[in-house]
């Protein structure tokens, strides 16, 4: 079923583009040698070219354009190796020198894809139209004077990547869905933290609507969307929006709009004459930027496994299920925490294990899979322990709770608790006698045919036993007794 | 090419120069002469010759990423019409 939204004149379809700006990884800026930290006093990391000094001149740092081509090649993309950077120009106020460098006719990656996944299982492959290196601007914030507005350039020139989608995508989830995946590869290659709340990745939302089989109509942009969610209520709010224009008789003028969580609406934000007129140039203070083939070979030869190839890895190598391994490869830690565990044991028992009551113990207790007090190691012992039969599965859900808010060792727990299973079947011989004792009439029933009272039988044995028996055992025991 | 009253006064705006009305008529006049006079370049052939986008003939160079500047906010702030603790302060910008 594709998405729809339904109006007075029937159903229309909703396309959205989506570009996103990533900010790059690196110590310092695109084109200076400031700071690049999150959370500096104010200007403190700023130089001389950043705030557009007379005569400064940007000088390209050659980490960020390494970034930039990690993650074109994350993304299977074209690398140019000739590209350009030309002046955006716009008037404001965190943008000291009146235009931002960026790269407009010729990017440094070409088209490339990603794959997503929807609720269904189904999988699309979205185009990715290209990537291009470009400047951050400062900050401005509005809310600390009434007349004024304050500005810290901290920002200013950091590096950012410019990620542009095709109109592929049809609906608030595959919106999600594509974010959210972006957000894995570039976390996976090390070239972005993925950090939306500290605006580290941002995106503006090219949406559109049209009836069945119409091509594209106009589109409007909203614009530094900070959040999955928000997206996708702003694409909902947007689409229906146009859908109400156009069923009043009226059209879509192209125009750039904001997203307001608090009422669930886009407005329009600036006047029309002034946006897209940017008068794009080629900057004349930077020759073109031109790579060495061998050292893009030479990047494309340490890219890590990514998330596509490591799902499938895990699934083949460690035979568990093809969603369950898209759980654990969602982010690169989880999925190396998982190995650590599956390695040299049951890989289906460990996947289980964490996506069960590894990641609800995480959860209860308020860490993440960094901070764990449970050590892939440790995870791995309490799965032994329940492999060579000290312990059973019930008993291992209470050991692991333990673990989650001691950190101790599950060996030491189990001791110190005395929670070892028991095998010993006279002991487990005798649980079965006390139960039958004391449950006459529903022996009589168990023997008069009603045989789904065995697992009655096994459970108040395993009560008796304080759950410690052994499960096989305990089974064996309570059917030779009736 | 030539360029109208309404396109000078655009040109200024998006540039943030003031004009008064009585200037329009001059720059206008001047900015044909300039456009005119570039024009000329259109004769020239250029006609499957790659563009030039210098005179040497030679590639962007790189730097090393590494924190070589900042820490000089008092400089950085030193020109700054207005300021407010260790921001910059501008007549309020409301989107």
């Given at each position: 079923?594709?998405?729809?939204?339904?109006?007075?004149?029937?159903?229309?379809?909703?396309?959205?583009?989506?570009?996103?700006?990533?900010?790059?990884?690196?110590?310092?800026?695109?084109?200076?040698?400031?700071?690049?930290?999150?959370?500096?006093?104010?200007?403190?990391?700023?130089?001389?070219?950043?705030?557009?000094?007379?005569?400064?001149?940007?000088?390209?740092?050659?980490?960020?354009?390494?970034?930039?081509?990690?993650?074109?090649?994350?993304?299977?993309?074209?690398?140019?190796?000739?590209?350009?950077?030309?002046?955006?120009?716009?008037?404001?106020?965190?943008?000291?020198?009146?235009?931002?460098?960026?790269?407009?006719?010729?990017?440094?990656?070409?088209?490339?894809?990603?794959?997503?996944?929807?609720?269904?299982?189904?999988?699309?492959?979205?185009?990715?139209?290209?990537?291009?290196?470009?400047?951050?601007?400062?900050?401005?914030?509005?809310?600390?004077?009434?007349?004024?507005?304050?500005?810290?350039?901290?920002?200013?020139?950091?590096?950012?990547?410019?990620?542009?989608?095709?109109?592929?995508?049809?609906?608030?989830?595959?919106?999600?869905?594509?974010?959210?995946?972006?957000?894995?590869?570039?976390?996976?290659?090390?070239?972005?933290?993925?950090?939306?709340?500290?605006?580290?990745?941002?995106?503006?939302?090219?949406?559109?609507?049209?009836?069945?089989?119409?091509?594209?109509?106009?589109?409007?942009?909203?614009?530094?969307?900070?959040?999955?969610?928000?997206?996708?209520?702003?694409?909902?709010?947007?689409?229906?929006?146009?859908?109400?224009?156009?069923?009043?008789?009226?059209?879509?003028?192209?125009?750039?709009?904001?997203?307001?969580?608090?009422?669930?609406?886009?407005?329009?934000?600036?006047?029309?004459?002034?946006?897209?007129?940017?008068?794009?140039?080629?900057?004349?203070?930077?020759?073109?930027?031109?790579?060495?083939?061998?050292?893009?070979?030479?990047?494309?030869?340490?890219?890590?496994?990514?998330?596509?190839?490591?799902?499938?890895?895990?699934?083949?190598?460690?035979?568990?299920?093809?969603?369950?391994?898209?759980?654990?490869?969602?982010?690169?830690?989880?999925?190396?925490?998982?190995?650590?565990?599956?390695?040299?044991?049951?890989?289906?028992?460990?996947?289980?294990?964490?996506?069960?009551?590894?990641?609800?113990?995480?959860?209860?207790?308020?860490?993440?899979?960094?901070?764990?007090?449970?050590?892939?190691?440790?995870?791995?012992?309490l799965?032994?322990l329940m492999?060579?039969?000290t312990i059973n599965?019930k008993i291992a859900k209470e050991v692991l709770e333990v673990?989650?808010?001691?950190?101790?060792?599950p060996a030491a727990i189990i001791d110190a608790r005395g929670l070892r299973q028991v095998?010993?079947?006279?002991?487990?011989?005798?649980?079965?006698?006390?139960?039958?004792?004391?449950?006459?009439?529903?022996?009589?029933?168990?023997?008069?045919?009603?045989?789904?009272?065995?697992?009655?039988?096994?459970?108040?044995?395993?009560?008796?036993m304080a759950g410690k028996g052994?499960?096989?055992?305990?089974?064996?025991?309570?059917?030779?007794?009736? | 090419?030539?360029?109208?009253?309404?396109?000078?006064?655009?040109?200024?705006?998006?540039?943030?120069?003031?004009?008064?009305?009585?200037?329009?008529?001059?720059?206008?006049?001047?900015?044909?002469?300039?456009?005119?006079?570039?024009?000329?370049?259109?004769?020239?052939?250029?006609?499957?010759?790659?563009?030039?986008?210098?005179?040497?003939?030679?590639?962007?160079?790189?730097?090393?990423?590494?924190?070589?500047?900042?820490?000089?906010?008092?400089?950085?702030?030193?020109?700054?019409?207005?300021?407010?603790?260790?921001?910059?302060?501008?007549?309020?910008?409301?989107?």
């Amino acid at each position: 079923m594709s998405y729809t939204l339904e109006g007075s004149s029937g159903s229309w379809e909703v396309v959205i583009g989506l570009e996103v700006h990533a900010q790059v990884i690196s110590q310092s800026k695109l084109f200076s040698g400031a700071a690049t930290a999150f959370g500096a006093e104010p200007n403190t990391q700023v130089s001389f070219v950043d705030a557009a000094f007379p005569g400064m001149l940007p000088v390209i740092n050659e980490a960020c354009v390494a970034q930039a081509v990690r993650t074109g090649l994350g993304l299977e993309a074209h690398i140019n190796l000739v590209s350009r950077f030309d002046r955006k120009n716009y008037f404001y106020a965190d943008l000291p020198s009146g235009y931002q460098i960026s790269q407009y006719e010729h990017p440094i990656v070409g088209a490339g894809t990603i794959e997503i996944e929807l609720s269904n299982g189904a999988t699309k492959k979205i185009g990715v139209t290209r990537l291009h290196l470009e400047q951050d601007a400062g900050k401005s914030l509005h809310d600390q004077n009434a007349t004024k507005s304050y500005i810290d350039l901290n920002r200013a020139g950091v590096a950012l990547m410019e990620i542009v989608s095709e109109p592929d995508l049809r609906s608030p989830e595959e919106a999600g869905a594509y974010l959210r995946k972006l957000r894995t590869v570039l976390r996976y290659l090390g070239t972005c933290d993925g950090n939306m709340e500290e605006g580290s990745m941002r995106a503006d939302v090219n949406v559109s609507v049209r009836k069945h089989g119409e091509p594209f109509r106009t589109r409007c942009e909203v614009k530094n969307v900070n959040s999955i969610r928000f997206v996708q209520q702003a694409v909902e709010a947007e689409a229906k929006r146009q859908i109400a224009l156009y069923e009043d008789g009226g059209t879509v003028l192209q125009e750039t709009r904001l997203y307001d969580p608090s009422r669930g609406e886009t407005r329009s934000m600036r006047s029309k004459e002034d946006a897209h007129d940017y008068r794009y140039f080629p900057d004349p203070d930077l020759l073109p930027l031109v790579l060495d083939e061998d050292w893009v070979e030479s990047l494309r030869a340490e890219l890590p496994e990514l998330p596509d190839a490591k799902r499938a890895r895990l699934s083949r190598d460690y035979g568990i299920p093809f969603y369950d391994a898209g759980v654990l490869v969602a982010e690169q830690v989880i999925a190396d925490f998982y190995e650590a565990v599956a390695k040299g044991r049951d890989g289906k028992l460990a996947a289980n294990w964490m996506i069960g009551d590894f990641f609800a113990g995480l959860n209860r207790t308020g860490h993440g899979i960094e901070d764990s007090p449970v050590s892939a190691a440790a995870l791995g012992k309490l799965l032994d322990l329940m492999a060579d039969s000290t312990i059973n599965g019930k008993i291992a859900k209470e050991v692991l709770e333990v673990m989650m808010d001691t950190g101790e060792d599950p060996a030491a727990i189990i001791d110190a608790r005395g929670l070892r299973q028991v095998t010993d079947t006279g002991a487990i011989d005798a649980a079965v006698d006390t139960v039958l004792a004391a449950n006459p009439d529903k022996l009589a029933e168990y023997r008069g045919g009603k045989e789904k009272l065995f697992g009655f039988f096994v459970g108040q044995v395993m009560k008796v036993m304080a759950g410690k028996g052994n499960p096989a055992l305990v089974n064996e025991a309570v059917r030779k007794k009736l | 090419m030539s360029l109208d009253p309404a396109t000078v006064r655009r040109i200024a705006r998006l540039a943030r120069i003031r004009l008064e009305e009585g200037e329009v008529a001059r720059l206008q006049g001047e900015l044909n002469g300039i456009l005119g006079w570039i024009e000329q370049l259109s004769e020239v052939d250029v006609e499957g010759v790659a563009p030039l986008t210098g005179g040497a003939q030679i590639a962007l160079r790189m730097r090393a990423d590494a924190v070589t500047d900042g820490g000089q906010a008092e400089k950085i702030l030193a020109n700054a019409p207005d300021r407010a603790g260790e921001f910059f302060a501008v007549p309020k910008v409301v989107e």
